[in-house]
């Protein structure tokens, strides 16, 4: 997990097609960044403190640079849309959540306590990582900061919710995963055929709903 606090905002080349911009609050720097984009930009990939700029091969890294120089001058980032609030409508504990309740024990809570305690927390997402559609989500109550487990599990089933160090998260696939397992969605995270892929974007705001049946 990710321990170090922001680096000043800096532009460095990340190998022959691609920079590497560290920056407070990257998903800021990428909505200016886009708003006018430079020339041969094809992606750009929020990590905690960073933002990698990916262009076309061939590119003029130092003039791509100097292009972005001024998003991360400017002291007036904001996103270029008023952020969303999603609900994830969530089945927390049983075979959808099977860390609930070894968690609560030894966190010293009830299991119906971590579930308020998770559900009642506001979340941002801070940025897409581990496989598509997989948000960090900033913002879980102290209380709930566990590490991950010793030996992930080699499947953990798709529209799992969990937590790990300072983020809780959504499963999009299935996939091996080491976080501690609290409960389980069917909403669909990523589909390469939709318009937009992934139904989280960074700068996003979540919200999880506890439901007592599983989500239509």
Known sequence: MPAEGPS??????????????????????????LAAPPAGLLDLVCGHHTLAAIFSPGIDLARAA???????????????????????????????????????????????????????????????GFAPGFAYLEGLPAQLRVQRLDSPRPRVPAGTVAIAGPYSGIYPADSPGGWRLLGRTNLTLFDPLAASPTLLQPGDRV????????TP
């Open 8 to 33: 000043p905002p800096s532009i460095q080349p990340l190998g022959d097609s691609a920079l590497r911009i560290a920056a407070p609050n990257p998903a800021l720097v990428r909505h200016a960044i």
């Open 66 to 128: 100097a292009a972005i120089a001024p998003a991360l001058a400017r002291q007036d980032l904001a996103p270029c849309h008023p952020p969303r609030t999603i609900d994830i409508p969530t089945l927390y504990g049983g075979p959808s959540g099977p860390d609930l309740l070894p968690l609560a024990s030894s966190l010293g809570l009830s299991p119906q306590a971590l579930i308020d305690l998770h559900a009642s927390a506001s979340y941002t997402v801070r940025f897409m």
């Open 207 to 214: 919200r999880f709903i506890p439901t007592r049946v599983p």
